[in-house]
């Protein structure tokens, strides 16, 4: 079975795209959702509340903007924080994983290169946007600033060096021309998965 990472910058529709796979029948591993729910575990919750000094919700969960605040401006928490997170999301794939049989399987996340996974993956496949658009994106998303999606992208390599790397890119800006890549490269995938 092959493993295709699927990455992107913050706000370049990775999800989206990951989705548009899903709908032709991969597999979808998406790092990012599996992360949210890793960080709502009592024991992370309590080890991450700890390390940052912050204080939980009534509910007992971490107030997230408290914790973007922290990691997005500063390279080493976000380290700490990653390293918290990070091998929980791989044993959570690696169990997921052995239960797919399809050709192929997608795993999205946003920092695939910048984590040095790619040779995790048979192929790698990078979806772009203008940066403008991204701003936009995120900030309709999100409801934050456009300093804030900034500070967020800053913590990303830019798309030109990610481009360097990938073994297929996918332009994502109209949605129809995007997903008559998506099929293109699916078929690509069923057929390599027969070699």
Do not use: C
Request: charged share 30%; proline share 4%; hydrophobic share 40%.
């Amino acid at each position: 079975m092959i493993k295709v990472g699927l990455t992107g910058g913050i706000g370049s529709g990775k999800t989206t795209v990951a989705e548009m796979f899903e709908k032709l029948g991969a597999p979808l591993f998406i790092a990012d959702r599996e992360a949210k729910k890793i960080l709502d575990l009592p024991e992370v919750t309590f080890e991450i509340a700890d390390v940052f000094e912050l204080k939980l919700k009534p509910d007992g969960k971490i107030h997230k903007p408290d914790l973007a605040s922290i990691v997005f401006n500063d390279t080493e928490a976000l380290e700490a924080l990653n390293s918290i997170i990070h091998p929980r999301v791989h044993k959570s794939f690696e169990i997921w994983f052995g239960k797919q049989d399809f050709p192929y399987i997608i795993y999205e996340a946003a920092i695939i290169f910048e984590k040095d996974r790619a040779s995790s993956f048979d192929y790698t496949v990078l979806v772009t946007a203008p940066k403008e658009e991204r701003i936009r994106r995120v900030m309709n998303r999100d409801k934050i600033s456009d300093e804030q999606v900034e500070s967020r992208m800053k913590a990303q390599w830019p798309q030109s060096k990610k481009k360097k790397l990938a073994n297929f890119i996918i332009e994502n800006i109209n949605l129809n021309e995007t997903q008559q890549q998506v099929a293109q490269l699916h078929e690509k995938f069923l057929i390599f998965s027969d070699n």
